[in-house]
T-cell receptor, first 111, second 113 residues
């Protein structure tokens, strides 16, 4: 079945440094979504990418979808302590109703 | 309602006990999903409904797991004869359509002792 892998598993940064997490799927995706989960909380939807090569920005966050629609990345510029949490990607295969989540990248930010 | 509501928030069950977890999705959301999240891992798909129809139950770990959504709104996930490996957070999510993002509930943390 479809597998979604994320790296790195953990990332520790100093406040103000940049952060990137990468997501790779074993199969071509129809879309990819990104979620943020704060400690003790539930995943919260951030964004969805659909088109090959698509790039979307939300303030300091930049999301990219690969040309082959099998990989994606999330980049945060100048991290803040409010960015702490686990970032998950979730890929939906073609002809699939469900999305498959990666195991996430947990970001900690040292003030 | 304004969000996805799940109950109970926490459940402690003795091994062998049956449990029922409830999910009340956002009004009007056609699609409803159940995911299981173990500590330190991403949510793992269990099953999903479109209205009252269960379209995919391929993620249910065994025949001890059963889900229903009889009237196309509230859903119940039932686990029979619970075992320790069933301990996890059970997340319910709803969405307006296939192409939209999930809105998750706060989850039910199940601990089997």
């Amino acid at each position: 079945g479809q597998q979604v892998m994320q790296i790195p598993q953990y990332q520790h940064v100093q406040e103000g440094e940049d952060f990137t997490t990468y997501c790779n799927s074993s199969t071509t995706l129809s879309n990819i979504q990104w979620y943020k989960q704060r400690p003790g909380g539930h995943p919260v939807f951030l964004i969805q990418l659909v088109k090959s090569g698509e790039v979307k920005k939300q303030k300091r966050l930049t999301f990219q979808f690969g040309e082959a629609k099998k990989n994606s990345s999330l980049h945060i510029t100048a991290t803040q302590t409010t960015d702490v949490g686990t970032y998950f990607c979730a890929g939906r295969g073609t002809n699939a109703g469900k999305s498959t989540f990666g195991d996430g990248t947990t970001l900690t930010v040292k003030p | 309602g304004a969000g996805v509501s799940q109950s109970p928030r926490y459940k402690v069950a003795k091994r062998g006990q049956d449990v029922a977890l409830r999910c009340d999705p956002i009004s009007g959301h056609v699609s409803l999903f159940w995911y299981q999240q173990a500590l330190g891992q991403g949510p793992e798909f269990l099953t999903y409904f479109q209205n009252e129809a269960q379209l995919d139950k391929s993620g249910l770990p065994s025949d001890r797991f059963f889900a229903e959504r009889p009237e196309g709104s509230v859903s119940t996930l039932k686990i029979q004869r619970t075992q320790q490996e069933d301990s996890a957070v059970y997340l319910c999510a709803s969405k307006t359509g296939v192409a939209s993002g999930y809105t998750f509930g706060s989850g039910t943390r199940l601990t089997v002792v």
